[in-house]
């Protein structure tokens, strides 16, 4: 079945420094996507989001990237920091059942991205 | 503080016993689910509901059953654990299904032997 993927599943920046984290989706029909932090130990937190009828969103210190032509997100972290360390996972809105109005998320293996001073 | 409860934190369970996992919100979201993470595999869905009383199945749902009486509660039960079932659990809430962020609980780490 088409599923979300990541292409590097390590990241290791310096503080300071920008960090770009991507993501490739085969479901052509997904509408809306996530990406979300998971820090040891704790269920992922909710970073930002995008819809298909955008091409970028910005956060604070976050922007989200969508094309839709090649099917990739990517989140961008600015002046990334120690606290910034921890999995970021992407997640797709998938098609709903027939009869519903309502899609399911499904996520990607994660990306850990680590911070040195 | 508003959010997901679920319990219990951490479990050691042996092959073949029943266990129900909790999962409890107060934040009257319609839609609830169940996720399952595994190392390199990241997160999987199980089951989910979009409403009280109706439930569906998500990517890996052979051995898991839920259900839904009420807004509030969506329990997830393994009826003969097997030692693949080792995994952390996470349950979710939102309130427009997958068209809106879905808030996790803290998760159930379930260690099966």
């Known amino acids: 079945g088409e599923s979300v993927g990541l292409h590097l599943p390590t990241l290791s920046v310096q503080e300071g420094d920008n960090s770009i984290i991507n993501c490739a989706y085969s479901?052509?029909?997904?509408?809306?996507f996530i990406w979300y932090k998971q820090e040891s130990g704790k269920g992922p937190q909710f970073i930002i989001d995008?819809?298909?009828?955008?091409d970028k969103r910005q956060g604070q210190r976050v922007t989200v990237l969508l094309n839709k032509t090649v099917k990739h997100l990517s989140l961008q972290i600015a002046a990334t920091q120690p606290g910034d360390s921890a999995v970021y996972f992407c997640?797709?809105?998938?098609?709903?059942?027939?009869?519903?109005?309502?899609?399911?998320?499904?996520f990607g293996r994660g990306t850990q991205l680590t911070v040195w001073p | 503080i508003a959010g997901i409860t679920q319990a219990p934190t951490s479990q050691i369970l042996a092959a073949g016993r029943r266990m129900t996992l909790r999962c409890t919100q107060d934040m009257r979201h319609n839609a609830m689910y169940w996720y399952r993470q595994d190392l390199g595999l990241g997160l999987r869905l199980i089951h989910y509901s979009n409403t009280a009383g109706t439930t569906g199945k998500g990517e890996v749902p052979d051995g898991y059953s839920v259900s839904r009486a009420n807004t509030d509660d969506f329990p997830l039960t393994l009826a003969s654990a097997v030692p693949s079932q080792t995994s952390v659990y996470f349950c979710a809430s939102s309130p427009e299904g997958g068209n809106s962020p879905l808030h996790f609980g803290n998760g159930t780490r379930l260690t099966v032997t």
């Open positions: 997640a797709e809105n998938m098609m709903p059942d027939r009869g519903s109005t309502l899609g399911r998320l499904y």
């Open positions: 995008i819809r298909s009828n955008m």
């Open positions: 479901n052509s029909a997904s509408d809306y």
